[in-house]
């Protein structure tokens, strides 16, 4: 199929309704950047290469390794979905544990974003609290061999 007939099939689905002006203006743009490859399948492989390399592992969804919630992160599936791949996969010929393992071994940890890097207070990391049966005890500090 060429540009020709892609534009006069998104015209016919304009005049019957189906596509707004602004969906329209959207795909005649894409039609005619891409030229006659379908929009769906553009990914090329400078594409997948930023993918994969912009996947980290979630510092705060995880139950294991993060590999989930980094997932989740950047795609549009949650990360329940991706353990419950994971699973399934751990019990079809081992093959969800082994690329789980090589996710949690090679996928770098998100970095501490500047929240979490500024919830860390100097002066408490001086002392040292413990919980014991609901009362909170500040010890001093381990005092250095010298």
């Known amino acids: 199929m060429n540009i020709t007939d892609e534009l006069q099939k ?3 689905l304009r005049e019957a309704g189906a596509l707004t002006d602004d969906e329209f203006n959207q795909l005649k743009a894409r039609v ?5 490859k379908p929009i769906a ?3 090329n492989a400078e ?5 994969i390399h912009s996947i980290t592992r979630s510092r705060t969804d995880s139950w294991l390794g ?13 990360s329940w979905v991706w353990r419950l791949i994971f699973t399934v996969g751990a019990f079809a010929y081992s093959v ?6 090589l996710l949690w071994v090679f996928v770098p940890m998100e970095p501490l974003s500047a929240v979490a890097k500024s919830e860390i207070i100097p002066n408490d990391l001086n002392k040292t609290t413990s919980v014991m049966d609901d009362k909170t005890i500040d010890a001093p500090p381990p005092s250095s061999v010298g």
Do not use: E, R, W
């Open 41 to 43: 399948g553009n990914i």
């Open 66 to 78: 993060g590999v989930c919630g980094g997932l989740a992160a950047k795609t549009d599936m949650p």
């Open 96 to 101: 969800g544990a082994i690329v789980y393992l």
């Open 10 to 12: 998104l015209q016919s």
């Open 47 to 51: 594409t997948a290469n930023q993918f």
């Open 32 to 36: 005619l950047n891409h030229g006659t």
